[in-house]
């Protein structure tokens, strides 16, 4: 268990309002990601950051925001959401090397949370 | 950019072997990986790959040929609790994943 968590798990919005996603993790990795889900577009890195304070954009950043100020926590605001933002979020952690039983540095998700914008 | 290709679906009955390809297009190429993802929860770990050659782990292998920019994951002796989607991803130098759009694969009995 990579001892990530995802919040809210569910959540219906509207058009227009402010939305933050919460992702923490226990153990102190420094690589944390944010991916949306989409039928048939799979997964598509958002916004990712390797240490608090410094993230960078991923694939489809566009409006999208992100924060890290504690090691554990990445925050992932629409500031403005759109119905085109309707999706699966899930968040990813990895580790380099030597902190972690796998050498394969693979990223382990949490459990997603779905967002819906009416 | 990137290019991954997977086919969008696949059905097999209990017992069978199937076999998921995956064709990459990529610059920086640093590994590939496999991930297991069942309706409804969030991707699992499968394989990785980052030399050519096969891998195998149980009831699954995964197979890489570089120069071709292509892998194929081997699923065995299928069981029901085997139907899921099956994501492709490629990791380029600088360590971010791209991901294929997924197989989906019904196991029949």
């Known amino acids: 268990d990579a001892g990530i968590t995802q919040s809210p798990r569910h959540k219906v919005t509207e058009t227009g309002t402010p939305v933050t996603l919460r992702c923490h993790q226990t153990e102190n990795h420094r690589y944390m990601y944010w991916y949306r889900q989409d039928p048939g577009h799979g997964l598509r890195l958002i916004h990712y950051?390797?240490?608090?304070?410094?993230?960078d954009k991923g694939e489809v950043s566009d409006g999208y925001s992100v924060s890290r100020s504690k090691t554990e926590d990445f925050l992932l605001t629409l500031e403005s959401a759109t119905s085109s933002q309707t999706s699966v979020y899930f968040c990813?952690?990895?580790?380099?090397?030597?902190?972690?039983?796998?050498?394969?540095?693979?990223?382990?998700f949490g459990p997603g949370t779905r967002l819906t914008v009416l | 950019g990137q290019n991954i290709d997977q086919p969008t679906e696949m059905t097999a009955t209990e017992g069978a072997i199937v076999q998921i390809n995956c064709t990459y297009q990529?610059?920086?190429?640093?590994?590939l990986f496999w991930y297991q993802q069942h309706a409804g929860e969030a991707p699992t770990f499968l394989s990785y790959n980052v030399l050519d050659g096969l891998e195998e782990k149980g009831r699954f292998s995964s197979f890489l040929s570089r120069s071709k920019g292509y892998s194929y994951l081997l699923l065995k002796e299928l069981q029901m609790k085997d139907s899921a989607s099956y994501l492709c991803a490629v990791r380029r130098n600088d360590y971010k994943l791209s991901f294929g759009a997924g197989t989906t694969v019904t196991v029949r009995a």
């Open positions: 990529t610059s920086g190429f640093n590994g």
């Open positions: 950051s390797y240490g608090v304070k410094d993230t």
């Open positions: 990813a952690i990895s580790w380099t090397s030597g902190s972690h039983q796998s050498s394969y540095n693979e990223q382990f």
